[in-house]
């Protein structure tokens, strides 16, 4: 059963940044921004095994699978690799996987994060690619894909090797489009030729393009004026054709709201909007920052408790505004709830399960002198 692009809805409801309250999901604010997606007639909410420490695909079933009609929804959740330890782990995880969440099948089921490395081998030595197509026979999965953050090198390579793939999911946005490491036109380039429909991730980079230095803003704003910036990259990526799903991590009503704006009615970018956007991310790019999407994968592991992405943020913060006090005050409170960024141990864990391959150690240890002993960014 293929896909029908035309019947999907554009924007998804990322379930990886939930709102929260005393450091659990806020249920109560998550059931409302439920009720206003699936009001707009989009139905696309994207989970997996590792969200919120376990608990997305369980806040999926609170919010969504038990108060909506199955077939009113498509609910999407993946398959971790670092999971995998022996065979038999793959149905165990996918039992546990249907129980959280609260359904008999996943609509969209995907290969979490391949890249270049262990976990495509582990893909490959437990053939759990044979194992989704047995699951989709048996009615257990109705569409099988994979996520991506490997080089395009090994795209096509495991596209060659397993053409049955329905779907790829890539971090794509327009500031990743040169990136050396993410390389998103290029993993594009390949799936559009192919014909291969793409569910996008990160397309606002995990809030990196919703907040501008003023003069970056003001362009948008001149041509504008009341779309918000993180609507451009909406657009950005709305535009192109191919784009099946784009997920927005929505963490609060506002984000919600902006969105639901953006993919009403949407409207394609303009060859003049596309120049814009040209012209921005080449500003943007004078402006070294940590490429940091805030997926929080390196936090869970964290043996010291440090807010990785939250250090990175507020690095990044004074790197373009270095005189912004708020940066510090964030940070300061960032540090008094788990650890200082001069905390850690070396330890590695962060580096490897990190989706942009950030050298987090060495990074921590420059956040540490300008953070913890008051050096300039």
């Known amino acids: 059963m293929g896909i029908d692009l035309d019947k999907m809805a554009k924007l998804g409801f990322g379930l990886m940044r939930l709102p929260e309250k005393d450091g659990a999901i806020d249920l109560a604010r998550v059931n409302d921004m439920v009720d206003r997606y699936m009001k707009t007639g989009m139905n696309y909410f994207d989970t997996a095994y590792v969200y919120h420490g376990g608990k997305s695909e369980v806040a999926a079933r609170e919010c969504l699978v038990k108060r909506y009609p199955r077939e009113s929804f498509m609910i999407a959740t993946k398959l971790p690799a670092w999971e995998i330890k022996k065979e038999a782990d793959i149905d165990r995880i996918f039992k546990e996987q249907c129980e959280r969440a609260g359904v008999d099948y996943f609509d969209f089921y995907l290969l ?3 890249e270049d490395g262990s ?15 047995k699951m989709k026979e048996a009615g257990r999965i109705r569409h099988f894909g994979f996520s991506f953050h490997g080089s ?3 795209l096509e390579k495991v596209l060659d090797k397993h053409p049955e793939m329905e779907f790829v999911q890539i971090q794509l946005n327009y500031l990743d489009r040169t990136n ?18 793409m569910i996008i991730m990160e397309p606002v980079r995990g809030g990196m393009l919703a907040n501008m230095a003023p ?8 041509k504008r004026p009341d779309s918000s910036v993180a609507s451009w990259a909406l657009r950005y990526v709305g535009s192109l054709p191919g784009v099946m799903t784009i997920l927005s991590g929505m963490s609060s009503e506002e984000q ?5 704006k953006t993919f009403t009615n949407f ?20 402006i070294p920052q940590i490429g940091c999407t805030a997926c929080k994968y390196c936090t869970d592991g964290c043996p010291m408790h440090i807010s990785i992405p939250d250090v990175f943020r507020t690095i990044n913060t004074l790197r373009r505004y270095p005189d912004d006090w708020r940066a510090k005050n964030f940070y300061s409170g960032v540090a008094s709830r788990g650890g200082k960024a001069a905390d850690c141990v070396e330890c590695g864990q962060c580096e490897g399960v990190c989706p942009q391959h950030l050298p987090i150690i060495s990074l921590l240890k420059d956040a540490a002198k300008i953070l913890d002993d008051g050096k300039s960014a």
């Not at 003069?215 to 001149?222: D, G, L, P, V």
């Not at 409207?267 to 004078?286: A, G, H, M, S, Y």
């Open 152 to 154: 395009p090198e090994l």
């Open 215 to 222: 003069e970056i803003e003001a362009k948008f704003k001149a």
């Open 112 to 114: 979490h994060s391949i």
């Open 267 to 286: 409207e394609p970018l303009t060859n003049e909007e596309f120049k814009i956007i040209n012209e921005v991310t080449d500003e943007i790019l004078r």
């Open 256 to 260: 919600m709201e902006d969105n639901i």
């Open 180 to 197: 050396p490491v993410v390389q998103s036109q290029r993993l594009y380039d390949i799936l559009w030729e192919r014909k291969i429909p």
């Open 119 to 133: 976990n495509y081998e582990v893909y490959e030595k437990y053939d759990c690619f044979s194992w989704g197509l």
